[in-house]
């Protein structure tokens, strides 16, 4: 597992395109992921939490691909805005992009992608938002977001999309249309709710579309939404975790999938038993104690871990049954919640024209 690769694009964000390390802030918010660095840069966050704490209106916006479920990879992020949602009674909104998964081919038909959307609103709920608080945006079902990103459209070039996304001549116009769509997602707790602060947790790839959205919101005379930029986990391979790599551990995974893909997870220890209590293992390479001391335990749990399994007192599959038993509990938690998620839950969250 190489940290410096997976860093690479959150530096990216700073170094070149005007992020700023969270680091750099005073008082941050008192979460695991923003004390284990799970959060790395920013855009107006110090702004977002100020109005914050001055009781001003607020809100998180969360989107999510229809192509997709969720994994391992996404708990930083969903934590975040759970603190967010549950500590201040933020209304969260979630907007699900079955459009966009249709247009760029990562679903087969426009059905698939609703039935994932709705799926996914019920997973979601099951994670833990609360459903009472918490607003899906399906485009198929809330038809009026288009109106909006109409207007916004006016705003955006076609030269800047092609910038951004490299999008060719052969593409289709939904894919050169979708930016606008996603800026009215971005942009609608304010144009709808008059909900001026909005925070977005977001992957460092995503945030070329956030760009996007915060100048189409300069030039309407939209408040800038601010922005965390959450860092890349690695897969159970050391590399970045990817849907495409079958990499990552997903929450709808059998006990027995799991079981498998934790043994088989990139590891630092050594060649043999013997020679790993006499050296000990190398805990930065180990993507297992990484997930165990970054998702799952606390900062003295994460310290005995971490010197013991250098000492060579722990060995690597004690490392490794320590996490299958935490991502057992995890699952077992979220599939139980799963089957208590009811149809008036669902009704009540997404929005509607």
Known sequence: MDINNLEEDNRKLVEKFGAVRISKLGKLPQFYTFQKNLI???????????????????????????????????????DTNLFFQKKYKLPVFIPISDDESYITGKVKDQEEALKNSLELAKELIAY????????????????????????????????????????????????????AVQSAHVLFPQEKFNIKNVLVIIGPDEDAHIRISRDVARKFGYRLPAILHSFFLPGIDGKKMSKSKNNAIFLNDSLEVIKKKVNRAFSGGAVTAEEQRKKGADSDKDVSCFYLTKLFLDEKQSKNLVEDYKSGKILTKDVKERLFEELSKFVKKFQSSLKKVSKSDLDKSILRN
């Open 40 to 78: 790395y840069s920013h855009r107006d966050f110090d702004k977002f939490f100020s109005a914050l704490k001055k009781g001003e209106k607020c809100a998180i916006l969360s989107g999510f691909n229809a192509s997709g479920t969720i994994h391992l990879g996404h708990k930083p992020v969903f």
């Open 128 to 179: 833990g938002f609360d459903p009472k608080n918490t607003f899906f945006i399906i485009d198929q079902i809330y038809t009026d977001i288009y109106n909006f990103a109409v207007k916004l459209s006016k705003k955006i070039t076609l030269s800047e999309i092609k910038a951004t996304y490299g999008y060719k001549n052969e593409d289709n116009p939904g894919m050169y249309f979708y930016p």
